[in-house]
């Protein structure tokens, strides 16, 4: 009851105050969408392993770069200790992102540039990436069930085009 009374309150104040967008982005649909950018952005800014895994359900299924598919969190965990290995001022910056919001069940599509240097002769990285994520709400968390990462195709050459043109 507390809690319902609050959230009318607030949503007055927002009101009286002429703040109407700030009053719309309380419903339930705006809370669901901003904990599933916080899960995004979780993963995407995720400066550790342990970090990045805490938004992955332990049963993902994960299309990466480079085949195989990956199925668990302990194989997207070896792809992580790869990267971190790999490279070092690793960055990420999500540029856009849509969700799509049914229930329990929800999408989000980003593009998102991955800045890296390299160690040991691994060159550096520097790329615009599509991610695709399915996520679902278990426990009252949402965790990525599904992962597609692409990148575009340069037609001409066949090649990955790393960096929009």
């Given at each position: 009851?507390?809690?319902?009374?609050?959230?009318?309150?607030?949503?007055?104040?927002?009101?009286?105050s002429?703040?109407?967008?700030?009053?719309?982005?309380?419903?339930?649909?705006?809370?669901?969408?901003?904990?599933?950018?916080?899960?995004?952005?979780?993963?995407a800014?995720?400066?550790?392993?342990?970090?990045?895994?805490?938004?992955?359900?332990?049963?993902?299924?994960?299309?990466?770069?480079?085949?195989?598919?990956?199925?668990g969190?302990?194989?997207?965990?070896?792809?992580?200790?790869?990267?971190?290995?790999?490279?070092?001022?690793?960055?990420?910056?999500?540029?856009?992102?849509?969700?799509?919001?049914?229930?329990?069940?929800?999408?989000?599509?980003?593009?998102?540039?991955?800045?890296?240097?390299?160690?040991?002769?691994?060159?550096?990285?520097?790329?615009?990436?599509?991610?695709?994520d399915?996520?679902?709400?278990?426990?009252?968390?949402?965790?990525?069930?599904?992962?597609?990462?692409?990148?575009?195709?340069?037609l001409?050459?066949?090649?990955?085009?790393?960096?929009?043109?």
């Open positions: 009851m507390k809690r319902k009374l609050f959230s009318a309150a607030t949503i007055l104040a927002l009101c009286l002429g703040n109407l967008a700030r009053a719309a982005d309380l419903s339930p649909e705006a809370i669901e969408r901003a904990a599933i950018i916080k899960a995004e952005e979780g993963v800014y995720a400066t550790t392993v342990e970090a990045g895994l805490a938004y992955f359900d332990p049963d993902i299924i994960q299309d990466d770069f480079f085949p195989p598919q990956r199925r969190v302990a194989e997207v965990r070896k792809d992580f200790d790869v990267y971190m290995a790999n490279y070092s001022d690793f960055r990420a910056k999500i540029l856009d992102i849509t969700v799509d919001l049914q229930g329990d069940l929800a999408v989000a599509y980003s593009h998102q540039s991955f800045i890296a240097k390299g160690k040991d002769g691994t060159p550096d990285l520097d790329a615009v990436v599509r991610q695709t399915v996520l679902r709400k278990k426990n009252g968390k949402w965790l990525i069930t599904y992962q597609h990462l692409s990148v575009p195709v340069d001409k050459t066949g090649l990955a085009a790393w960096k929009p043109s």
